[in-house]
């Protein structure tokens, strides 16, 4: 029998020396417009992410006209005085860039990435979008109808019927926070060209937007090429615009949006709290995220793993309207979806989840592995361009400083359980949330009413 030459193993690769990480910073320029420019530099990044942030929030549309902005937004794309709607898409195409927007509560976004090659052009067509939009008749009009056809589905997507719900159980009645951001059936039906004129010419100019450019800008004039194309752009100043603050009502309670027959109910139990400006933040991003950022958080344990009730229920914090004097507001809410016979035990068992938490507070375990998770991903989350130029953008729109990311990883590595425990069981309150069910009344009402966790009202779906 033949002997077999002994093997040779190479040497085990070693692991590099970790470099330091910081999330980028950006360099802060104004254009003789008035438009305020955030640019960073990221070597190899050859698509570049641009975003150009308008201050015409959600609360500047006129009464009866919800979702203007929103129709506005999408008609950005929709042709310039130089080209028509497929002209200006075949423009796009060709220079291999891409155009989104939408309309929120703090304003309207246009998001362009575009091979970094292909700049001066994707550019000069965001300009022309910006400075000279067509806003045909009947653009616009295509517009709306599609914006008519998207509500129904909206409404039969239970997690979007129970976001609209909670908006109006928990804001005032004349708080456009109360209302769908996109507008209802009947203001979109009323919004043409005219109005989406009037809006623009009301609130969109350079001297109150900003321009975010990220990407690797080896050998870009950049100063020169913004003053070629988004200097373009004209307009007047404009007086900063009072921004009331945010108030809701989050006195404990829980509707039921009928859906006889459902084999599931969607819950969105939600309440206003702090956003990015208060100090408790961090910790309770951090606490947040031990409740039910994961699959191994608290929630996800007992309502998944032990009981079976649910594929995943999540908490988190969302950013509604942030202010540097304490007028803004975030979303902290807990949302997922379990099947109608174990509503009321997957209900009892999250209250009993909160109610642990507060009594016996988080463990350290469970705060190393948030931080883990939540700083130590840090670095591949914002590989991208358009990742960074997005964050970039958001600091921005809240009035935050251009190191706040940088500052917050910081701060949430040195978040203390205690200090987590403290924030997340503020955030979660058991007498003061505000709980949405959209499901079969007939079959979760009784059993919801025996938790006595709240005064139970039953609303029917559209």
């Not at 800008?217 to 004209?234: C, E, F, I, R, V």
């Not at 100090?279 to 991003?285: D, E, K, L, N």
């Not at 032990?306 to 809410?333: H, I, M, N, W």
């Not at 600091?395 to 205690?418: C, F, I, K, N, S």
Request: net charge negative.
């Amino acid at each position: 029998m033949t002997e077999l030459a002994p093997m040779e193993f190479h040497p085990q690769p070693k692991a590099g020396e970790a470099k330091v990480w910081a999330f980028p910073a950006p360099t802060r320029g104004t254009l003789d417009n008035g438009l305020t420019v955030l640019r960073c530099h990221r070597p190899g990044q050859q698509v570049v992410a641009v975003e150009v942030l308008l201050d015409a929030p959600l609360e500047a549309e006129p009464a009866g006209l919800d979702g203007v902005a929103t129709i506005m937004a999408r008609a950005f794309s929709e042709g310039t005085d130089k080209h028509t709607a497929e002209e200006f898409a075949a423009e796009l195409e060709r220079c291999g860039a891409t155009l989104d927007s939408h309309a929120d509560h703090p304003g309207v976004r246009l998001s362009l990435e575009v091979p970094v090659s292909r700049l001066p052009k994707a550019l000069g067509l965001l300009a022309d979008a910006l400075r000279a939009p067509a806003f045909a008749d009947s653009e616009v009009e295509r517009l709306v109808h599609n914006r008519l056809d998207e509500i129904p589905h909206e409404l039969a997507n239970p997690s979007r019927r129970a976001a609209k719900e909670l908006s109006k159980q928990l804001f005032p009645a004349a708080a456009r926070m109360s209302r769908p951001r996109q507008g209802t059936e009947e203001t979109v039906e009323a919004i043409d060209s005219a109005a989406v004129r009037a809006f623009y010419e009301r609130h969109v100019r350079p001297a109150t937007a900003t321009a975010v450019v990220v990407g690797d800008l080896t050998g870009t004039d950049l100063d020169a090429l913004l003053a070629d194309t988004l200097g373009s752009w004209t307009g007047s100043s404009a007086e900063p615009r009072p921004v009331p603050p945010v108030t809701a009502d989050d006195t404990g309670r829980i509707v039921i949006v009928d859906r006889p027959g459902a084999v599931q109910t969607q819950l969105l139990i939600g309440r206003v709290g702090p956003d990015r400006h208060d100090r408790v933040w961090p910790a309770q991003v951090l606490g947040t995220y031990c409740l039910g950022g994961t699959l191994t958080s608290r929630l996800d344990r007992v309502l998944r793993e032990e009981k079976g009730y649910t594929y995943g229920v999540r908490s988190f914090g969302q950013v509604l309207r942030s202010a540097p004097d304490g007028t803004g507001a975030a979303l902290l809410a807990i949302s997922g979806s379990v099947d109608t016979p174990n509503t009321g035990p997957a209900l009892e068992d999250l209250w009993k989840v909160l109610r642990t938490l507060a009594e016996g507070g988080l463990t350290d375990a469970e705060r190393d592995v948030a931080v883990q998770n939540l700083v130590g991903v840090a670095p591949l989350k914002y590989e991208t361009a358009a990742a960074v130029a997005s964050t970039l953008a958001d600091q921005v729109e809240q009035h935050l400083p251009d190191d706040y990311q940088a500052t917050l990883y910081r701060r949430l590595a040195e978040t203390g359980t205690v200090e987590a425990t403290a924030a997340v069981v503020s955030a979660f309150p058991v007498d003061r949330l505000v709980t949405v069910l959209v499901g079969d009344a007939a079959q979760i009402k009784e059993a919801v009413e025996a938790l006595e966790i709240g005064e139970v009202t039953v609303v029917t779906a559209e």
